[in-house]
């Protein structure tokens, strides 16, 4: 394992480090004092890569990621998980705004709150299904114009008065779903999403999933789905197929 | 186009600190926590605001002002004796540096008002411009007029801040390189607040550079407003005359209208600049709604429109603030009396390493923080 001491490397340095130790066959990364350092595992690209981060890793963490893990023993910021195509990123904190932006494959998880537009715009194709789990609340535009993907919000250890998620919710949403552990104020739905009962499709798509991520952090399994779950899945696929043609 | 250019990852970087014990502390701190976020700015401009670090003149308004030449100097100087006695005149305090270049005169005041002056100019003034049947707002009112007739009619001069035991440093540079040219870690202040600009719209200029300010209100702004010209023409009403080319000025303006003059409390304040949607509005419970409904019409004018993270010192306080739908980040810091707002949680963890708590703030809710009941700054 290659352990880095990133105090004062700037990010250029950091990941061109990084980069170049994982083309000489270093799969197991240990990064100490970070702090702010954008674009960490951005574009790594090899799947058996396994990276720690110690610290508040910046902006665009895992953005175009292509298989590795990262775990975060720490809060995150903005932007994790950008265009990233597979692998996993692990927040042992919360995290920011615009997570999972165009996230097209790989699983994201966050154990604690995250911030406005997160997922939006996640999309799938085939097998390829990103999946984005908060264990915390969300801010507003959660899903926005998602158009795949399955993204999780769990409420865990939410304090009383607080939403579970934020206004806009799932707004020019078109495609994949969001599991909700809670209730859903209908005046915060988006336009084109509806609220459904999970059934057992439902549940042998999340269970596995949610599975994995309460043996992250530790949560209970059965706890945690002896919450009140509900969907919201987009009433129509092409909202605007006939924007053109009628 | 030939080659490949570098990216640049800009988004404008905001920083704010302040001791709830009014606790002075070296700018070493704030310099540190705005070099963290580095790649947010391009070097087109940095600044600082330091709030507790004149107490050897803490009752006189410290006027700091730019200069591009010296006939700029003699005719603000003469301006300011007139009316002021200036008790300490001093060039500000600077280090050659070798990325801040094409710097201008760099000169502070410490002044006070003539006594009469006061009472002659509010007899003469149109009443609702700078009439207060408060003295000391008085006061401030025609100290707002003095800085609005320096940047409108002296060329070439400009007024960087005006308010008591406060003062800004700002310039064209990377902050953390206008920090070291002026030396701000030499200063103690309870407060300090600084920017790192990526200009957009606007040139980047000395007097362009955030924090933007009038009496003791600075601002520094990360965004764009883009309902400036209604907010500029709205302020014109009422004697503020924008002079600086940069959005972020009107902000600084509405403030002191609003909460000095106007009375609104700051969280008022905060409503009628960062409204809600009118359809949040009718959801709320009587008499709120009513309340909410009133300063949406009645400053209309003065909402921001446009993404903005925003930071505001004042004497005594910060506020922190996002756009209603929070287009750029806002997180908040604390450790134990001190309170942090920055663009992003690291830049708080650099020189707060272990916080009591780290959150971020909902969009168009302002975070209003003071110094603890009974201390004085």
Same mark, same amino acid.
């Given at each position: 394992?290659?352990?880095?001491?990133?105090?004062?490397?700037?990010?250029?340095?950091?990941?061109?480090?990084?980069?170049?130790?994982?083309?000489?066959?270093?799969?197991?990364?240990?990064?100490?004092?970070?702090?702010?350092?954008?674009?960490?595992?951005?574009?790594?690209?090899?799947?058996?890569?396994?990276?720690?981060?110690?610290?508040?890793?910046?902006?665009?963490?895992?953005?175009?990621?292509?298989?590795?893990?990262?775990?975060?023993?720490?809060?995150?910021?903005?932007?994790?998980?950008?265009?990233?195509?597979?692998?996993?990123?692990?927040?042992?904190?919360?995290?920011?705004?615009?997570?999972?932006?165009?996230?097209?494959?790989?699983?994201?998880?966050?154990?604690?709150?995250?911030?406005?537009?997160?997922?939006?715009?996640?999309?799938?194709?085939?097998?390829?299904?990103?999946?984005?789990?908060?264990?915390?609340?969300?801010?507003?535009?959660?899903?926005?114009?998602?158009?795949?993907?399955?993204?999780?919000?769990?409420?865990?250890?939410?304090?009383?008065?607080?939403?579970?998620?934020?206004?806009?919710?799932?707004?020019?949403?078109?495609?994949?779903?969001?599991?909700?552990?809670?209730?859903?104020?209908?005046?915060?739905?988006?336009?084109?999403?509806?609220?459904?009962?999970?059934?057992?499709?439902?549940?042998?798509?999340?269970?596995?999933?949610?599975?994995?991520?309460?043996?992250?952090?530790?949560?209970?399994?059965?706890?945690?789905?002896?919450?009140?779950?509900?969907?919201?899945?987009?009433?129509?696929?092409?909202?605007?197929?006939?924007?053109?043609?009628? | 186009?030939?080659?490949?250019?570098?990216?640049?990852?800009?988004?404008?970087?905001?920083?704010?600190?302040?001791?709830?014990?009014?606790?002075?502390?070296?700018?070493?701190?704030?310099?540190?926590?705005?070099?963290?976020?580095?790649?947010?700015?391009?070097?087109?401009?940095?600044?600082?605001?330091? $709030?507790?670090?004149?107490?050897?003149?803490?009752?006189?308004?410290?006027?700091?002002?730019?200069?591009?030449?010296?006939?700029?100097?003699?005719?603000?100087?003469?301006?300011?004796?007139?009316?002021?006695?200036?008790?300490?005149?001093?060039?500000?305090?600077?280090?050659?540096?070798?990325?801040?270049?094409?710097?201008?005169?760099?000169?502070?005041?410490?002044?006070?008002?003539?006594? $009469?002056?006061?009472?002659?100019?509010?007899?003469?003034?149109?009443?609702?411009?700078?009439?207060?049947?408060? @003295?000391?707002?008085?006061?401030?009112?025609?100290?707002?007029?003095?800085?609005?007739?320096?940047?409108?009619?002296?060329?070439?001069?400009?007024?960087?801040?005006?308010?008591?035991?406060?003062?800004?440093?700002?310039?064209?540079?990377?902050?953390?390189?206008?920090?070291?040219?002026?030396?701000?870690?030499?200063?103690?202040?309870?407060?300090?607040?600084?920017?790192?600009?990526?200009?957009?719209?606007?040139?980047?200029?000395?007097?362009?550079?955030?924090?933007?300010?009038?009496?003791?209100?600075?601002?520094?702004?990360?965004?764009?407003?883009?309902?400036?010209?209604?907010?500029?023409?709205?302020?014109?009403?009422?004697?503020?005359?924008?002079?600086?080319?940069?959005?972020?000025?009107?902000?600084?303006?509405?403030?002191?209208?609003?909460?000095?003059?106007?009375?609104?409390?700051?969280?008022?304040?905060?409503?009628?600049?960062?409204?809600?949607?009118?359809? @949040?509005?009718?959801?709320?419970? @009587?008499?709120?709604?009513?309340?909410?409904?009133?300063?949406?019409?009645?400053?209309?004018?003065?909402?921001?429109?446009?993404?903005?993270?925003?930071?505001?010192?004042?004497?005594?306080?910060?506020?922190?603030?996002?756009?209603?739908?929070?287009?750029?980040?806002?997180?908040?810091?604390?450790?134990?009396?001190?309170?942090?707002?920055?663009?992003?949680?690291?830049?708080?963890?650099?020189?707060?390493?272990?916080?009591?708590?780290?959150?971020?703030?909902?969009?168009?809710?302002?975070?209003?923080?003071?110094?603890?009941?009974?201390?004085?700054?």
């Amino acid at each position: 394992m290659e352990r880095i001491d990133s105090q004062g490397l700037h990010y250029h340095e950091l990941n061109e480090l990084i980069k170049r130790l994982a083309e000489e066959g270093v799969r197991e990364f240990q990064l100490d004092n970070v702090n702010g350092q954008r674009y960490l595992g951005t574009g790594l690209a090899y799947p058996d890569i396994k990276m720690v981060v110690n610290g508040v890793p910046g902006n665009d963490l895992a953005s175009f990621m292509n298989g590795p893990e990262i775990t975060i023993n720490d809060n995150a910021q903005d932007a994790i998980g950008n265009t990233m195509n597979a692998g996993q990123v692990t927040v042992h904190g919360h995290a920011g705004d615009v997570l999972g932006y165009g996230m097209r494959g790989g699983r994201l998880f966050i154990k604690g709150s995250v911030g406005y537009r997160v997922g939006i715009h996640m999309k799938e194709y085939k097998k390829q299904v990103p999946v984005l789990i908060a264990g915390g609340t969300a801010g507003d535009f959660l899903g926005e114009y998602m158009a795949g993907g399955v993204l999780v919000l769990l409420g865990l250890e939410r304090q009383p008065g607080v939403p579970l998620a934020g206004d806009y919710l799932g707004t020019g949403m078109h495609g994949g779903v969001i599991y909700l552990r809670g209730e859903v104020d209908p005046f915060t739905l988006g336009k084109e999403v509806s609220v459904f009962d999970l059934d057992e499709a439902d549940w042998s798509l999340l269970g596995p999933h949610l599975q994995d991520f309460c043996a992250a952090f530790g949560f209970n399994y059965d706890e945690v789905c002896a919450g009140k779950f509900c969907k919201l899945i987009p009433v129509s696929n092409r909202p605007y197929g006939r924007l053109y043609c009628s | 186009m030939k080659g490949t250019f570098p990216r640049i990852p800009s988004g404008c970087s905001i920083t704010g600190i302040l001791n709830k014990k009014a606790k002075r502390f070296s700018g070493a701190d704030v310099i540190r926590s705005i070099r963290l976020m580095h790649d947010r700015s391009n070097g087109l401009g940095g600044g600082f605001a330091g $709030y507790g670090i004149y107490p050897q003149y803490k009752d006189h308004y410290a006027f700091h002002l730019l200069y591009t030449n010296e006939a700029s100097q003699h005719d603000t100087e003469y301006f300011l004796e007139k009316n002021f006695v200036i008790d300490r005149c001093e060039p500000i305090p600077t280090r050659p540096h070798p990325r801040i270049t094409d710097t201008p005169m760099l000169w502070r005041y410490f002044l006070r008002v003539k006594p $009469y002056v006061v009472e002659q100019f509010s007899s003469s003034h149109n009443r609702e411009l700078v009439k207060s049947a408060d @003295e000391a707002d008085a006061e401030k009112n025609f100290v707002v007029s003095q800085v609005m007739e320096i940047n409108q009619k002296i060329g070439g001069a400009f007024v960087a801040s005006s308010g008591k035991n406060m003062g800004v440093f700002k310039g064209v540079g990377f902050p953390e390189d206008i920090g070291e040219f002026y030396r701000v870690e030499e200063y103690e202040g309870y407060m300090w607040t600084s920017h790192g600009r990526f200009p957009t719209n606007t040139p980047g200029w000395w007097g362009g550079a955030h924090p933007f300010t009038i009496l003791d209100w600075s601002v520094v702004h990360n965004g764009e407003i883009s309902s400036y010209g209604i907010n500029r023409r709205y302020l014109e009403a009422f004697g503020y005359h924008c002079t600086l080319q940069t959005d972020t000025e009107v902000i600084a303006y509405l403030f002191d209208l609003l909460h000095r003059r106007q009375g609104l409390s700051l969280e008022n304040t905060c409503l009628a600049l960062a409204a809600p949607f009118w359809k @949040e509005i009718d959801r709320y419970p @009587e008499p709120k709604r009513e309340a909410v409904t009133a300063i949406r019409q009645v400053y209309g004018s003065a909402m921001l429109n446009g993404p903005f993270s925003l930071v505001v010192g004042f004497t005594g306080g910060m506020i922190g603030i996002t756009d209603r739908i929070k287009l750029r980040p806002l997180v908040c810091g604390q450790k134990d009396e001190v309170v942090y707002l920055s663009s992003e949680e690291s830049a708080i963890r650099e020189i707060c390493p272990a916080p009591d708590r780290v959150w971020t703030i909902r969009a168009g809710e302002p975070i209003i923080v003071k110094l603890e009941e009974g201390v004085q700054p």
